[in-house]
DNA sequence: CGCCGATACTGTACCGGTACAGAGAGGGCT
DNA sequence: AGCCCTCTCTGTACCGGTACAGTATCGGCG
């Protein structure tokens, strides 16, 4: 049996098919009466409503906004700071009815979501901007806003002040005396491990700011770190390298971490190695997620507001679809950083006296 | 200036508009060499490739899937279980090419995602049956998967063995010997608190069906536990209630859990009362989450293999989109009951002989 | 009475692709 | 030479809607 469509109801209620159209999309076009008889015949048909595709064609708007993830998908959903700033971004999409599509970074096979997918712009997170995924984003010149990646000129994005952050906890464990100072980082792809000149990496846009506020505050005081790096999700390549750190003659006194989850695995590192915290060894995190004030002691980390950066990222993105409606590219696009926070808890102290 | 579609290309390299499409989406149809001709004519136009949208009308397929979310879209994306269980159906589907769109349920305002949105099928995860957006999704024939919720006819399921697992983790504490025993579970809707009589009350699918579970084994045995109630991500009127019931004089000695999470909140509220776990007070959980082996004493609970059950609803939705495509409704639909296990590990112990 | 505007509905021309059935050219085989 | 097949490319008819500019009807008003 033939789908029902528009027609078919027009044809059973004896009206054009715009009429029918109009019952649907545009109440006040027509009269209530009619109105409730082609409701009601619709119904009989079992017909749903207009089809999305068709009337996105026709409309030129499909009512979902993409979400660009190059990092491993897995991550994404599973890392409690990914997740709520998903979530943010869904509650702030919620009133205007957008949906959110997630586009994986390589579809496998030839279908390429970031390319094939019908959306009405999109989200680029924390993204290698070299990625294919990213350029065929680009490229379908639709509304983009980049989140946690390097700021491009034509793109409005939103960022946090990662390099004030990781120089604001770097100071923080100078002034309490530290001189060896470890770091353990993130990094997608290798190299991994104990690394030895961290200057010549090619680093995500986060990875790499908070390197360079991190050593904002350590050049200075003379502070050569030694320096850990290992994919986000892999605490325990975290745990087992900041191990072999922490067992060296010349053990550091504080380690400053990428984020809280980087911190748990140095934790447990300390833990393992009988180290006390902070007594024996200083931990800072960053990203204050719910992890951190969970840690006994609780963690000293940089605050950053994962609701108000998914928010925001939301707002923008439905800002550049309005402003690409309204006639495209006009002046300058707003590029938001928002503001980093140490916060101080018990995962820090004074550097023990004698070193062991 | 207007935009560039198949015809622009066309017209520029001097052949029909079908060799362009061709070009692009069969490149068997026509000669390497007028491909590469046409494949440059399209990137100096700044051209991405067919839009999406008009493919997806003319070949009824747009290449995305839908995800209905019911629950809190926040929990959705913050609790561990529902993380891990989206990312493994974003892994199964990946190598399809399949995009994920989330559902939310009421989409503010006058859209409706799950009757607006363009897609080829979708999951309806642990959503009340009784909704608007999956009487919408119901209505537009599409191929739908249900999980976490009571199998429909004609449409395929997954689900896990939530009530024998339940079950076995009721019947494990009768054998320590427990007769007072407490009940923690969860409701999106009211009554929340601590409820008197449970058989009355209308619960999503897991929460029925562990119910039962738990009383299969209970009032064989004449227990009759205490019952608290709050929705999943309210851990903390979870703590407060059970606290509540624990401070009783005749306290429970076992409280059995809906989810590892909901076990935190006991947890929390028998170390707020000073009683030891499992000495004082036994401890079951659900789902054998990450948190499940982290909590120390390791909680004992009932394990399901979230990946295995994302995966499954994946597969499972792929084959009914096959299905629909290759002649429609068939048959009987697969309907998937997914193991569960009692694990034991330390916060289950023995009921202790002295009352306090 | 005749003109005007509002209200209710319709006709046509797209939106940007794809499917499918040709049509023409060239080559191999008998 | 004649036939058929393959390889390329093209023409037409959709996919299922919406926008917009009509057209008809009718009541109100000068």
Redesign the pocket.
């Known amino acids: 049996m033939p ?5 078919t109801i027009a044809d059973r209620v ?6 029918v ?2 019952a ?3 109440p ?8 409730e008889r082609i409701l009601t015949a619709a119904q009989e048909l079992g ?1 749903a409503g ?2 999305p ?3 996105a ?4 708007t499909t009512g979902a906004v993409g979400v660009l993830l190059t990092d491993s998908l897995r991550h994404a959903f599973t890392d409690q700071v990914a997740g709520v700033f998903l979530a943010a971004i869904a509650e702030e999409l919620a009133p205007t009815g957008l949906a959110i599509t997630l586009l994986t970074s390589w579809g496998t096979g030839d279908v390429v979501p970031a390319r094939d997918v019908a959306i009405d712009g999109a989200l680029v997170y924390s993204c290698d901007p070299t990625s294919p995924a990213v350029s065929w984003l680009r490229r379908r010149n639709l509304p983009l806003v980049y989140v946690d990646q390097d700021p491009v000129e034509d793109a409005p994005s939103v960022n946090i002040a990662d390099r004030s952050g990781a120089r604001a906890a770097a100071q923080h464990l100078l002034d309490l005396g530290h001189r060896r100072i470890a770091i353990a980082t993130s990094g997608a792809n290798p190299p991994h491990g104990i690394i030895a000149d961290p200057a010549t990496l090619v680093e995500a846009h986060a990875s790499d700011q908070r390197r360079l506020g991190w050593f904002d505050a350590l050049e200075p005081a003379g502070v050569k770190p030694a320096f850990v790096r290992h994919p986000l999700d892999q605490i325990d390549s975290v745990r087992r390298d900041s191990r072999a750190i922490l067992s060296r003659p010349d053990r550091p006194t504080a380690f400053l971490c990428f984020s809280d989850t980087t911190a748990v695995g140095v934790r447990q590192a300390a833990d393992e190695l009988g180290l006390r915290v902070p007594e024996d060894l200083s931990i800072v995190g960053f990203d204050d997620g719910p992890v951190a004030a969970q840690m006994r002691p609780a963690l000293t980390t940089v605050r950053q507001d994962v609701v108000a950066k998914g928010r925001a990222a939301a707002a923008a993105l439905t800002a550049e679809i309005r402003r690409f409606r309204e006639g495209g590219p006009g002046g300058p696009v707003p590029h938001l950083l928002l503001a980093t926070e140490l916060v101080v808890r018990e995962s820090s102290g004074p550097a023990p006296r004698t070193p062991v």
Chains 1, 2 share one sequence.
């Open positions: 789908r029902v469509t528009l027609q004896g009206v054009s098919r715009m009429t159209s109009n649907f999309s545009r006040d076009q027509l009269s209530r009466a009619l109105r017909y207009p089809d595709t068709a009337r064609l026709a409309r030129g």
